[in-house]
């Protein structure tokens, strides 16, 4: 039985007389299998590695795949958002003339044609009007404070004394926001102080 501390020696390549050279490695068995498994446990670390760099990748390109469709869907809904709040704007601008009329209609009607049926009946339909016409954010602009810009616009103005200048004194027509978003501004008389209309009109003072 051969001694498996001592390992024959490894073959030479053929003489050229057919004749076979041993040689050497000075390895023991057990060194030999150590060493061929170092080598193993190094490749498959090596092998290891680099899969778990292709893993990272592609989790990482998964990752952006992700945070791109996401901000997609988010453009996308924004998108249809803001086209579905610009097309009920323009309705609603539409909207408001006929608005004007009801209101118009009420407003000149006597208290006997407002207590009619008909009178009623339009009363009814302005209210439901306007009741779906909030659900989706239409709302009368504010006149009961002072002169805004942003929401009133001064087609006339009244000098008095009893009044603190820039303070809306009536309202010509209604103005409504939508949402928070200007529609239309409301049409007001502001006040004005007394010499200050004289200033507009020198006229009246010569």
Do not use: C
């Amino acid at each position: 039985m051969r001694d498996r501390e001592n390992p024959p020696d490894r073959l030479a390549p053929d003489t050229d007389d057919g004749t076979l050279e041993l040689q050497d490695s000075g390895q023991s068995l057990e060194e030999a299998l150590a060493e061929e498994e170092r080598s193993a446990i190094l490749a498959a670390e090596e092998k290891l590695r680099s899969v778990e760099k292709d893993l990272e990748e592609l989790k990482d390109r998964h990752l952006r795949k992700l945070a791109e469709f996401d901000n997609i869907r988010k453009r996308t809904e924004r998108e249809k958002r803001e086209h579905f709040r610009s097309a009920l704007m323009d309705l609603a601008r539409d909207f408001l003339p006929i608005l004007d009329n009801l209101e118009r209609a009420m407003a000149h009607a006597s208290p006997e044609e407002r207590k009619s049926n008909f009178g009623q009946g339009i009363g009814l339909i302005r209210r439901q009007l306007m009741d779906l016409w909030r659900r989706y954010g239409l709302e009368e602009v504010e006149t009961t404070g002072p002169f805004d810009p942003n929401r009133h616009e001064a087609v006339a103005t009244q000098a008095t004394k009893e009044i603190v200048p820039n303070s809306i004194v009536e309202v010509l027509q209604k103005g409504y926001v939508l949402n928070d978003r200007l529609v239309r501004p409301a049409a007001v008389k502001v006040s004005v102080r007394e010499r200050e209309s004289a200033v507009e009109n020198p006229d009246e003072t010569s």
